[in-house]
């Protein structure tokens, strides 16, 4: 069972450079976030999709877009990343909003 | 603002010791969760605790919930090795905009 398939794993961007990381789940779940974890602060939610068709700020959205392009993918966009968006950026989704959230296994993103 | 918090955030103990991981948290809420990372991996869902004086038991975890409280605890019976990870709790609050805030976690280091 593959459950949440997030692309790339890996990206080194330089500052000013956009990029698009993708995430694709199979579970027929309503909802979606993407989170971004740093070192000692936990996880951090940036946008969430409650259910296909809307999408809502979460604590960190400065320096995001997301698309909800169906029911199974939600696209995080950075449009001119900064050093500061360097992080471990995690998607997740849920059955229902704030259920019991499965993660992705990451994406590691350095910007220099 | 729901504020989460764990204490303590490190833990370094030896096999055979017992101890509890505390998330207290700010606002009311219904629900609560606690999930494992491994170092570089993804967090994986543990326990699901729905209900004041909810108890879930797998192996040498055991999670409880007090609503009243706003308090949650894991206690870990006679540790051993592989339970080395970082435990994160995630509360559910927030009415029509309803989302998980999660703690900053516990490095759990378990020592032989």
């Known amino acids: 069972n593959a459950g949440v398939t997030q692309t790339p794993k890996f990206q080194v961007l330089k500052t000013g450079q956009s990029m698009t990381l993708q995430c694709a789940q199979d579970?027929?779940?309503?909802?979606m976030y993407w989170y971004r974890q740093d070192p000692g602060m936990g996880l951090r939610l940036i946008y969430y999709?409650?259910?296909?068709?809307?999408?809502d700020k979460g604590e960190v959205p400065n320096g995001y877009n997301v698309s909800r392009l169906n029911k199974r993918e939600f696209s995080l966009r950075l449009e001119s990343a900064a050093p500061s968006q360097t992080s471990v950026y995690f998607c997740?989704?849920?059955?229902?909003?704030?259920?019991?959230?499965?993660f992705g296994q990451g994406t590691r993103l350095t910007v220099v | 603002e729901l504020k989460v918090e764990q204490n303590p955030l490190f833990l370094s103990m030896q096999e055979g010791k017992n101890y509890t991981i505390y998330c207290n948290y700010s606002?009311?809420?219904?629900?609560l969760y606690w999930y494992r990372q491994d170092p570089g991996k993804s967090l994986e869902s543990l326990f699901v605790?729905?209900?004041?004086?909810a108890v879930k038991q797998e192996g040498r975890l055991m999670a409880s919930l007090d609503t009243k409280a706003r308090l949650s605890t894991l206690h870990i019976t006679a540790a051993v090795h592989d339970l080395s990870a970082t435990y994160f709790c995630?509360?559910?609050?927030?009415?029509?905009?309803?989302?998980?805030?999660f703690g900053k976690g516990t490095l759990l280091t378990v020592n032989p």
């Open positions: 997740a989704s849920s059955p229902l909003l704030g259920t019991e959230a499965f």
């Open positions: 605790l729905l209900s004041n004086g």
């Open positions: 999709s409650a259910s296909e068709g809307t999408t």
């Open positions: 579970m027929n779940h309503n909802s």
């Open positions: 606002t009311t809420s219904d629900r």
């Open positions: 995630a509360v559910g609050s927030g009415g029509s905009n309803y989302k998980l805030t």
